[in-house]
Protein backbone atom coordinates (compact mmCIF):
# COMPACT_ATOMS: atom_id res chain seq x y z
CA UNK A 1 0.00 0.00 0.00
CA UNK A 2 0.96 3.53 -0.85
CA UNK A 3 2.85 5.65 2.33
CA UNK A 4 1.23 7.52 5.21
CA UNK A 5 2.68 10.31 2.70
CA UNK A 6 0.73 9.51 0.13
CA UNK A 7 -2.61 8.64 2.35
CA UNK A 8 -2.88 12.03 3.73
CA UNK A 9 -2.05 13.40 0.15
CA UNK A 10 -5.80 11.61 -0.59
CA UNK A 11 -7.51 13.95 2.41
CA UNK A 12 -10.24 11.06 1.84
CA UNK A 13 -11.24 9.80 5.30
CA UNK A 14 -13.22 7.45 3.70
CA UNK A 15 -10.59 5.48 1.62
CA UNK A 16 -7.92 5.33 4.51
CA UNK A 17 -10.63 3.51 6.78
CA UNK A 18 -10.47 0.74 3.69
CA UNK A 19 -7.04 0.72 3.63
CA UNK A 20 -6.65 0.18 7.37
CA UNK A 21 -9.71 -2.52 7.32
CA UNK A 22 -7.50 -4.24 4.57
CA UNK A 23 -4.31 -4.39 6.34
CA UNK A 24 -6.26 -5.73 9.16
CA UNK A 25 -7.19 -8.45 7.00
CA UNK A 26 -3.61 -8.65 6.04
CA UNK A 27 -1.99 -8.74 9.43
CA UNK A 28 -3.97 -11.65 10.38
CA UNK A 29 -3.32 -13.51 7.30
CA UNK A 30 0.23 -13.76 8.09
CA UNK A 31 -1.05 -15.30 11.62
CA UNK A 32 -0.43 -11.85 13.75
CA UNK A 33 -2.84 -9.59 15.61
CA UNK A 34 -1.03 -6.35 16.14
CA UNK A 35 -0.06 -4.16 13.57
CA UNK A 36 2.87 -1.75 14.80
CA UNK A 37 0.94 1.11 13.00
CA UNK A 38 0.79 4.22 11.99
CA UNK A 39 3.22 6.38 12.73
CA UNK A 40 1.88 10.02 13.82
CA UNK A 41 4.80 12.01 14.39
CA UNK A 42 4.94 15.29 12.76
CA UNK A 43 7.27 16.10 10.06
CA UNK A 44 9.79 18.90 11.46
CA UNK A 45 12.73 18.17 9.36
CA UNK A 46 12.74 17.07 5.73
CA UNK A 47 15.97 14.77 6.05
CA UNK A 48 14.11 12.83 8.59
CA UNK A 49 14.66 9.07 7.41
CA UNK A 50 10.98 7.97 8.42
CA UNK A 51 9.19 11.06 6.96
CA UNK A 52 7.40 8.40 4.79
CA UNK A 53 5.88 6.87 7.16
CA UNK A 54 4.47 9.55 9.03
CA UNK A 55 1.50 11.59 7.32
CA UNK A 56 1.90 15.28 7.26
CA UNK A 57 3.63 18.22 9.01
CA UNK A 58 0.30 19.31 10.23
CA UNK A 59 -1.00 17.59 13.94
CA UNK A 60 -4.70 18.28 12.97
CA UNK A 61 -4.69 16.47 9.28
CA UNK A 62 -2.27 13.40 11.12
CA UNK A 63 -4.71 12.77 13.74
CA UNK A 64 -8.24 12.33 11.30
CA UNK A 65 -5.66 10.19 8.95
CA UNK A 66 -4.47 8.57 11.67
CA UNK A 67 -8.31 7.92 13.48
CA UNK A 68 -9.71 6.33 10.06
CA UNK A 69 -6.96 4.26 9.64
CA UNK A 70 -7.21 2.95 12.95
CA UNK A 71 -11.05 2.51 13.11
CA UNK A 72 -10.45 0.24 10.14
CA UNK A 73 -7.66 -2.16 11.45
CA UNK A 74 -9.48 -2.49 14.52
CA UNK A 75 -12.85 -3.09 12.64
CA UNK A 76 -11.08 -6.47 11.93
CA UNK A 77 -10.18 -7.30 15.32
CA UNK A 78 -6.74 -6.67 14.85
CA UNK A 79 -4.80 -3.92 16.74
CA UNK A 80 -3.10 -1.29 16.37
CA UNK A 81 -0.15 0.73 18.07
CA UNK A 82 -0.13 4.39 17.43
CA UNK A 83 3.43 5.29 17.68
CA UNK A 84 6.31 6.85 18.52
CA UNK A 85 5.18 8.78 22.16
CA UNK A 86 6.95 11.37 21.32
CA UNK A 87 8.90 14.20 19.31
CA UNK A 88 10.89 11.80 17.27
CA UNK A 89 11.98 14.04 14.42
CA UNK A 90 15.20 12.26 13.24
CA UNK A 91 16.62 8.71 12.86
CA UNK A 92 20.60 9.91 12.39
CA UNK A 93 21.63 9.31 16.38
CA UNK A 94 17.36 9.02 17.51
CA UNK A 95 18.88 6.50 20.20
CA UNK A 96 21.11 9.85 21.68
CA UNK A 97 19.65 12.74 20.93
CA UNK A 98 17.59 14.68 23.83
CA UNK A 99 14.73 16.75 22.20
CA UNK A 100 13.88 19.97 24.40
CA UNK A 101 10.42 21.13 24.27
CA UNK A 102 8.43 23.40 26.08
CA UNK A 103 4.79 22.23 27.09
CA UNK A 104 2.71 24.42 24.55
CA UNK A 105 4.98 22.89 21.97
CA UNK A 106 4.46 19.73 23.32
CA UNK A 107 0.82 20.08 23.28
CA UNK A 108 -0.14 21.85 20.65
CA UNK A 109 2.08 19.96 17.69
CA UNK A 110 3.72 17.13 19.39
CA UNK A 111 1.03 15.15 21.61
CA UNK A 112 -2.26 16.62 19.24
CA UNK A 113 -1.95 13.85 16.71
CA UNK A 114 -1.52 11.11 19.56
CA UNK A 115 -4.59 13.16 21.46
CA UNK A 116 -7.02 13.47 18.66
CA UNK A 117 -6.36 9.60 17.46
CA UNK A 118 -6.64 8.07 21.22
CA UNK A 119 -10.22 10.38 21.17
CA UNK A 120 -11.58 9.18 18.16
CA UNK A 121 -10.36 5.50 17.22
CA UNK A 122 -8.98 4.34 20.76
CA UNK A 123 -6.30 2.23 19.45
CA UNK A 124 -5.40 -0.54 21.64
CA UNK A 125 -1.56 0.01 22.27
CA UNK A 126 0.86 2.53 22.32
CA UNK A 127 4.44 2.64 21.24
CA UNK A 128 7.26 4.88 23.32
CA UNK A 129 10.09 6.89 21.19
CA UNK A 130 13.97 6.66 20.69
CA UNK A 131 14.57 9.73 21.21
CA UNK A 132 15.25 11.26 24.95
CA UNK A 133 12.66 14.17 25.87
CA UNK A 134 13.06 17.25 28.65
CA UNK A 135 15.88 14.92 29.91
CA UNK A 136 13.88 11.76 29.89
CA UNK A 137 15.25 9.03 28.55
CA UNK A 138 13.41 7.12 26.27
CA UNK A 139 10.18 5.41 28.11
CA UNK A 140 11.00 7.19 31.43
CA UNK A 141 8.69 9.80 30.86
CA UNK A 142 6.41 9.93 33.93
CA UNK A 143 5.11 13.17 32.28
CA UNK A 144 4.13 11.62 29.20
CA UNK A 145 2.93 8.26 29.94
CA UNK A 146 1.49 8.64 33.70
CA UNK A 147 0.29 12.60 33.73
CA UNK A 148 -0.54 13.05 30.46
CA UNK A 149 -1.19 9.86 28.68
CA UNK A 150 -2.97 7.92 31.90
CA UNK A 151 -4.73 10.65 34.10
CA UNK A 152 -5.21 13.77 31.51
CA UNK A 153 -6.37 11.61 28.57
CA UNK A 154 -7.59 8.11 30.42
CA UNK A 155 -5.79 5.59 27.92
CA UNK A 156 -6.32 2.13 29.01
CA UNK A 157 -4.94 0.91 26.03
CA UNK A 158 -0.91 -0.97 26.71
CA UNK A 159 2.13 0.88 26.65
CA UNK A 160 5.00 -0.76 24.38
CA UNK A 161 8.45 0.28 23.88
CA UNK A 162 10.31 0.35 20.91
CA UNK A 163 13.01 -1.84 20.48
CA UNK A 164 15.47 -1.71 23.18
CA UNK A 165 14.60 1.37 24.44
CA UNK A 166 13.79 0.42 27.40
CA UNK A 167 17.62 0.94 29.75
CA UNK A 168 16.68 1.08 33.42
CA UNK A 169 13.61 0.10 35.70
CA UNK A 170 12.22 3.24 35.66
CA UNK A 171 10.36 2.39 32.61
CA UNK A 172 8.21 0.59 34.79
CA UNK A 173 7.40 3.61 37.03
CA UNK A 174 6.79 5.78 33.98
CA UNK A 175 4.12 3.34 32.62
CA UNK A 176 4.95 1.36 29.83
CA UNK A 177 3.81 -1.96 30.56
CA UNK A 178 5.88 -4.38 27.52
CA UNK A 179 9.76 -4.03 26.76
CA UNK A 180 10.68 -5.30 23.49
CA UNK A 181 12.07 -7.03 22.06
CA UNK A 182 11.54 -9.69 24.75
CA UNK A 183 12.07 -11.68 26.90
CA UNK A 184 13.25 -8.36 28.31
CA UNK A 185 16.65 -7.18 30.22
CA UNK A 186 14.88 -4.74 32.62
CA UNK A 187 11.34 -5.48 33.15
CA UNK A 188 11.86 -8.56 34.47
CA UNK A 189 9.91 -10.88 36.78
CA UNK A 190 12.74 -10.90 39.28
CA UNK A 191 12.99 -7.26 38.82
CA UNK A 192 9.56 -6.84 39.52
CA UNK A 193 8.94 -8.51 42.24
CA UNK A 194 12.09 -7.19 44.10
CA UNK A 195 10.54 -3.82 43.46
CA UNK A 196 7.67 -5.09 45.36
CA UNK A 197 9.09 -6.13 48.12
CA UNK A 198 10.76 -2.81 48.39
CA UNK A 199 7.91 -1.08 48.34
CA UNK A 200 8.76 0.79 45.15
CA UNK A 201 6.16 -0.54 43.13
CA UNK A 202 2.56 -2.06 44.15
CA UNK A 203 0.61 -5.25 42.67
CA UNK A 204 -2.29 -3.32 42.18
CA UNK A 205 0.21 -1.47 39.94
CA UNK A 206 0.77 -4.83 38.30
CA UNK A 207 -2.53 -5.29 38.00
CA UNK A 208 -3.13 -2.83 36.16
CA UNK A 209 -0.51 -3.25 34.08
CA UNK A 210 -1.72 -6.99 33.29
CA UNK A 211 -5.26 -5.71 32.15
CA UNK A 212 -3.71 -3.20 30.05
CA UNK A 213 -2.35 -5.95 28.09
CA UNK A 214 -5.36 -8.79 28.53
CA UNK A 215 -7.70 -6.21 27.36
CA UNK A 216 -6.13 -6.27 24.20
CA UNK A 217 -5.88 -10.09 23.67
CA UNK A 218 -9.59 -10.35 24.56
CA UNK A 219 -10.33 -7.85 21.81
CA UNK A 220 -8.03 -10.17 19.05
CA UNK A 221 -10.65 -12.72 19.68
CA UNK A 222 -7.45 -15.29 20.29
CA UNK A 223 -8.50 -16.04 23.75
CA UNK A 224 -11.85 -16.58 23.08
CA UNK A 225 -13.36 -20.20 23.52
CA UNK A 226 -15.18 -20.71 20.57
CA UNK A 227 -12.62 -19.57 18.37
CA UNK A 228 -13.88 -17.71 15.87
CA UNK A 229 -12.91 -17.55 12.27
CA UNK A 230 -12.00 -13.81 11.15
CA UNK A 231 -11.50 -12.09 7.90
CA UNK A 232 -8.02 -12.91 6.27
CA UNK A 233 -7.03 -11.98 3.60
CA UNK A 234 -3.30 -11.04 1.62
CA UNK A 235 -2.27 -9.59 -2.16
CA UNK A 236 -6.12 -9.99 -3.27
CA UNK A 237 -7.32 -8.47 -6.83
CA UNK A 238 -9.39 -6.23 -4.33
CA UNK A 239 -6.47 -5.17 -2.38
CA UNK A 240 -4.26 -4.41 -4.99
CA UNK A 241 -7.30 -2.18 -6.36
CA UNK A 242 -7.56 -0.11 -3.54
CA UNK A 243 -3.74 0.64 -3.14
CA UNK A 244 -3.85 1.73 -6.55
CA UNK A 245 -6.82 4.11 -6.02
CA UNK A 246 -4.79 5.17 -2.89
CA UNK A 247 -1.73 5.98 -4.70
CA UNK A 248 -4.19 8.10 -7.78
CA UNK A 249 -5.71 10.08 -5.48
CA UNK A 250 -2.48 10.85 -3.37
CA UNK A 251 -1.04 12.10 -6.76
CA UNK A 252 -0.86 16.01 -6.37
CA UNK A 253 -0.32 17.80 -9.41
CA UNK A 254 1.23 21.42 -8.60
CA UNK A 255 0.94 23.04 -12.08
CA UNK A 256 -0.66 21.79 -15.72
CA UNK A 257 1.06 24.16 -17.64
CA UNK A 258 -0.50 24.19 -21.52
CA UNK A 259 -2.66 21.24 -20.04
CA UNK A 260 0.23 19.20 -21.08
CA UNK A 261 -1.69 16.38 -18.51
CA UNK A 262 -3.36 14.04 -19.76
CA UNK A 263 -0.51 13.15 -22.83
CA UNK A 264 -1.83 13.47 -26.59
CA UNK A 265 -0.06 10.74 -28.23
CA UNK A 266 -1.21 11.53 -31.23
CA UNK A 267 1.28 15.00 -31.48
CA UNK A 268 4.18 13.22 -29.59
CA UNK A 269 6.85 11.02 -31.31
CA UNK A 270 9.86 10.99 -28.57
CA UNK A 271 9.24 10.98 -24.83
CA UNK A 272 12.42 11.51 -22.85
CA UNK A 273 12.36 10.10 -18.94
CA UNK A 274 15.26 11.31 -16.86
CA UNK A 275 16.40 10.51 -13.41
CA UNK A 276 17.47 7.60 -11.19
CA UNK A 277 13.71 7.75 -9.72
CA UNK A 278 12.31 6.48 -13.08
CA UNK A 279 13.35 3.52 -13.38
CA UNK A 280 12.90 1.88 -9.94
CA UNK A 281 9.67 1.68 -8.52
CA UNK A 282 10.60 3.94 -5.04
CA UNK A 283 7.94 2.76 -3.03
CA UNK A 284 9.41 3.89 0.61
CA UNK A 285 11.95 4.15 2.94
CA UNK A 286 14.20 2.03 4.97
CA UNK A 287 13.64 1.10 8.64
CA UNK A 288 11.00 -1.27 10.14
CA UNK A 289 8.33 0.11 7.58
CA UNK A 290 10.46 -1.13 4.51
CA UNK A 291 8.22 -3.48 2.19
CA UNK A 292 8.69 -6.01 -0.35
CA UNK A 293 5.59 -5.60 -2.72
CA UNK A 294 4.83 -8.37 -4.37
CA UNK A 295 4.84 -6.82 -7.26
CA UNK A 296 5.96 -3.02 -8.31
CA UNK A 297 5.93 -1.33 -11.73
CA UNK A 298 8.60 1.30 -12.40
CA UNK A 299 7.58 4.57 -13.63
CA UNK A 300 9.67 3.98 -16.42
CA UNK A 301 8.08 0.58 -16.90
CA UNK A 302 4.40 1.74 -16.67
CA UNK A 303 5.33 4.91 -19.67
CA UNK A 304 7.20 2.19 -22.12
CA UNK A 305 3.74 0.00 -21.71
CA UNK A 306 1.75 2.14 -22.53
CA UNK A 307 3.25 3.31 -25.30
CA UNK A 308 3.70 -0.09 -26.57
CA UNK A 309 1.81 0.08 -29.34
CA UNK A 310 2.08 3.83 -30.35
CA UNK A 311 5.30 3.81 -32.49
CA UNK A 312 6.88 6.75 -29.91
CA UNK A 313 10.58 6.52 -28.59
CA UNK A 314 11.06 6.22 -25.12
CA UNK A 315 14.70 7.66 -24.05
CA UNK A 316 16.05 6.79 -20.49
CA UNK A 317 18.95 8.72 -18.49
CA UNK A 318 19.52 7.79 -15.31
CA UNK A 319 20.87 11.36 -14.64
CA UNK A 320 22.21 11.58 -10.87
CA UNK A 321 22.19 8.05 -9.59
CA UNK A 322 21.62 7.08 -5.90
CA UNK A 323 24.30 4.73 -5.15
CA UNK A 324 26.60 6.96 -3.10
CA UNK A 325 29.02 6.82 -5.87
CA UNK A 326 28.92 10.17 -7.14
CA UNK A 327 31.95 11.77 -8.13
CA UNK A 328 32.56 15.74 -6.33
CA UNK A 329 32.78 18.32 -8.98
CA UNK A 330 35.82 19.18 -9.93
CA UNK A 331 36.66 22.54 -9.22
CA UNK A 332 37.51 23.86 -12.81
CA UNK A 333 33.75 23.90 -13.20
CA UNK A 334 32.65 26.05 -10.29
CA UNK A 335 33.22 29.92 -9.94
CA UNK A 336 33.95 31.31 -6.86
Known amino acids: FPTATSQAATWNKALIQEVGSALGRETRATGSAILLAPMVNIKRHPLNGRNYECFSEDPYLTAIMASSFINGVQSEHVGAVIKAMAANNQQTNQHDINVNADERTL ?56 WR ?19 GKFLTKKNILKAIDEKAFTVNQLDEKVKHILRALVQTKLIDADKPALNSELNSPKHQTLARKVAEEGIVLLKNKENILPLNFQNIKKIAVIGPNSSEARLGGGGSASVSPFYSISPLQGIRKLCADKKIEIVFEEGCGLNGNLKVIDQKYLSF
Do not use: C
Not at 165 to 183: F, N, Q, R, T, W
Open 165 to 183: AVSSLKSLYAGVDIEMPGP
Open 107 to 162: QEIYLNAFRIAIKKSNPWGLMTAYNGLNGDKPSESNHLFTDVLRKEWNYKGFVVSD
